[in-house]
């Protein structure tokens, strides 16, 4: 029998995470997948087209069979909703482990885990139940990502979340991070080896490297400097800031800069409040949710993009996934946030400013918005080269198999 990953992740196709390609890669490589993950209802909240609390349960992707657990939607994505959906899926798929192939030998089990990390749970049942060595992907740090979406004030309850983040990240046997930083922290965490915890970037998928471009986008957006912002609306990316950086700028001489925001998320609803609070609502445009492929579209339309995260010195320890696809399209791009993605984009040639700087991101906007055409493509030049040498997607899935498989990276 030829190579055989059990993929564990609560968020799956036809939900966009980054996953969906990690799955397609290994087959691709010529390994056999399994993946254990939820019902789609991310972000809004409310099943997917064809999808319901009755399933369907069982699926094929690309050549991965996909085996769904239940799970509590998060409608209305109230804190109520969200932690609902956080702990009913470990449960349910608990549960659903048995649905699983009798006669799998797994080679190993792989957990793609952003939030919640009680998404481990099942993985951890399953690798330890069968003697099949687990590794945990940690996208999103637990607890403190947490508090970036739900404002956990209990010292008690802190301690609690830490405590079973801990626990949790110390059962699997390797653990990818996708800094040194978060290498470091999860180390001292788990009291694990640097040999235990690989440092991976997440990738980018190669499709965001050949730009789209799109005449009637370009038509209903043309005459403007256009800034493009995509991706997942939460707290955790302060687009609040980015949204008055905007507003700040224009007043600051930059008038035909405008902001574009593509993507969809818990925040929506209070971003465009303050859209209109603002008077910002025929310069700052919600585009709405896309397909992946169609981003290199809205990318090839824009003058600069943006990536921002809030300001958590937890939250700095990671690189954001976008920050690749972003270099990828290879335009100027500015960053508002801490840490390892601050430091990314500064290396790569981007405008840099810490996060929840309203002034020092309209100070930056202002100066991209007056740069030459020439200086802004040689931006774009260094973000693409960048992108090239750390963010390859070929050179980054084989690292993962290797890792997954061998222990080697």
Do not use: F, T
């Given at each position: 029998m030829g190579t055989r990953i059990l993929v564990v992740t609560q968020h799956f196709w036809p939900e966009n995470f980054r996953v969906n390609d990690i799955v397609a890669g290994f087959v691709a490589d010529g390994i056999a997948v399994d993946v254990l993950c939820g019902l789609p209802n991310y972000p809004r909240g409310e099943w997917f087209d064809g999808y319901s609390a009755g399933g369907p349960f069982y699926e094929e992707y690309r050549g991965a069979h996909i085996y769904r657990a239940k799970e509590i939607p998060r409608r209305g994505n109230t804190g109520k909703t969200i932690f609902l959906n956080y702990v009913s899926w470990p449960l349910y798929a608990w549960a659903a482990l048995r649905r699983l192939p009798k006669d799998a030998r797994y080679d190993a089990v792989f957990c793609f885990n952003t939030s919640p990390v009680l998404m481990c749970w099942p993985a951890i049942r399953y690798a330890k139940r069968h003697r099949v060595p687990l590794t945990n992907y940690v996208l999103d740090l637990w607890p403190e990502n947490l508090y970036s979406v739900l404002p956990v004030k209990s010292r008690f309850l802190r301690a609690v979340a830490k405590n079973v983040s801990d626990a949790l990240y110390r059962r699997a046997d390797r653990l990818i991070a996708m800094s040194e930083p978060l290498q470091q922290r999860l180390c001292a965490r788990t009291g694990k080896s640097p040999a235990q915890v690989a440092v991976i970037p997440q990738y980018c998928e190669d499709f965001y490297a050949a730009p789209l471009p799109d005449p009637a986008l370009e038509e209903a957006c043309g005459g403007r400097f256009n800034l493009v912002f995509t991706g997942n609306f939460s707290p955790a990316q302060s687009l609040e800031t980015v949204i008055r950086a905007v507003v700040t700028a224009r007043q600051s001489g930059a008038a035909d800069l405008h902001l574009l925001l593509v993507g969809d998320g818990m925040s929506r609803d209070s971003l465009q409040a303050l859209a209109a609070e603002l008077g910002a609502e025929s310069y700052v445009t919600f585009a709405g949710s896309v397909p992946p492929t169609d981003i290199p579209r809205y990318t090839a339309l824009a003058d600069a993009l943006i990536v921002s995260l809030s300001a958590s010195p937890d939250l700095g320890l990671t690189v954001p996934?976008?920050?690749?696809?972003?270099?990828?399209?290879?335009?100027?791009?500015?960053?508002?946030?801490?840490?390892?993605?601050?430091?990314?984009?500064?290396?790569?040639?981007?405008?840099?400013?810490?996060?929840?700087?309203?002034?020092?991101?309209?100070?930056?906007?202002?100066?991209?918005?007056?740069?030459?055409?020439?200086?802004?493509?040689?931006?774009?030049?260094?973000?693409?080269?960048?992108?090239?040498?750390?963010?390859?997607?070929?050179?980054?899935?084989?690292?993962?198999?290797?890792f997954i498989l061998q222990g080697e990276c």
């Open positions: 996934g976008k920050v690749a696809s972003c270099m990828a399209a290879g335009k100027p791009l500015l960053a508002s946030m801490d840490g390892a993605g601050y430091d990314a984009v500064r290396q790569a040639g981007g405008l840099v400013s810490p996060a929840c700087d309203v002034e020092g991101l309209a100070a930056n906007l202002c100066a991209l918005c007056a740069m030459a055409p020439a200086q802004r493509a040689e931006l774009g030049r260094q973000a693409k080269e960048y992108y090239l040498a750390h963010y390859r997607r070929a050179v980054l899935l084989r690292r993962l198999e290797n």
